[in-house]
Structure formats: structure tokens, C-alpha cells
């Protein structure tokens, strides 16, 4: 058998530091999924304040829910497993917080109706073709694009600058002119990409049978 310079089996140090490893990861896990479920906390308080014209308080409520989906990812990937619970939790957060900011802004005319028509009609499209392919394909995945992220990111970017135009901080009309095109353009192009995904998808499911 062999022996550590401690004297104890060599075996013993390596079993207690995996076990340690993995409880670590598992608090990390834990950690990720809650800076989520704040994202997700954070909606509703989010539209209470623009609805009261608090914005400046909105803004950096806004910041830090932002923050936290930065870190949650981080957090999942540097050192934790993402869980399950994270990966149907996440794209939840984003959508309601993004959903409901919108629709509260476009109340006050701080950003277009059709925009936001836009925005929200995609993820209803998103849900409704997901829904079908789950009962089509047995082991059908959500699987996010990387267009996808880059629009959450964009419309995420967009919704800050309204707030903090609208809060005083910065003069950014012109900044949130050429981000609203940009949100529309790549909405519009992520859309695309998640249909034709999809009927790739679905092909191969009729191929199969």
C-alpha cells in the first residue's frame, strides 16, 4: 500500500479534497441559481418603480440585476456544474425582466410600441415552437444561439440607457436611437436562426420515422 509522508494512505487525502471539491461546486451551484432567482425577483419591483417615475432608483436596481447575470454565468462555468434548475431558470429571468421592462417604458413612450411588439412576439414564437418540438422529439433540448445571447445582451444594453437617460444620469438620446435599430436588427435575426433551427430539427424528426 502506498503511504503519504504523513504517514496515513495517500488515498485518504485525495478522497477528502474530491469531497470537499465537490461539496464546493455544490454550494457554487446553489450560488449561481440564486443570483438567478434574484434576477427574476428583481421584475416586478423593477416595473413598480418606472410606473412610478422612480427611475433613478429603477436604474440601479436595473444595474445590479444585470450584474447578477453576468455572475451567475460565470459562477456556473468557472467552478460549478450548470444545473438544471439554472438552465430553465435563466432564459425565465431574462425574458420576464426584459418583458416587463418593456412594457413599462413603452407605457411612458421611453421606447417604440413596435419594438417591444417585436421583442416580446419572438419569445412567444420561441415558446410556441419549443412547445412543439418537445412533443414531436422525446429527447428534443433547448439549446440557446449565440445570436439569441447577443439580443438578451443588446436589449439588456438598451434597457439601461433608457433608464438612465430617463433618470437624468447621461444625455444618451442619439446612443439609444442606434440601439434601438440595432435590438430590431438582430431580434429580427435571431428569430430567423431559432426557425430555421427548428425545421432542421424537425426534419430530421420526420427522416427518422
Sequence with gaps: MAVARSGRPAGRGTAVSDALAIAGRAV?????????????????PLAVLVLHDRFELAFWLFLAAALTDVADGYVAKRWARPSQIGAALDPVADKLLVGSLFLVLARDELVPAWLVAL???????????AVILRSRLA???????????????????????????????????RVVELLVVAVAVVTLASAAAY?????????SASSAT
Design 28 to 44: 457554487l451551484g446553489q450560488l449561481a441559481n440564486l443570483l438567478t432567482a434574484s434576477r427574476l425577483v428583481c421584475a416586478a
Design 119 to 129: 421583442a416580446i412576439g419572438r419569445d412567444v414564437m420561441l415558446v410556441v415552437g
Design 139 to 173: 429527447r428534443f433540448r433547448i439549446e440557446p444561439l449565440v445570436i439569441g445571447k447577443i439580443s438578451t445582451f443588446l436589449q439588456l444594453v438598451l434597457l439601461g440607457f433608457v433608464l438612465g437617460g430617463a433618470a437624468g444620469i447621461a444625455e444618451v438620446d
Design 195 to 203: 426557425v430555421a433551427a427548428g425545421l432542421r430539427l424537425a426534419a
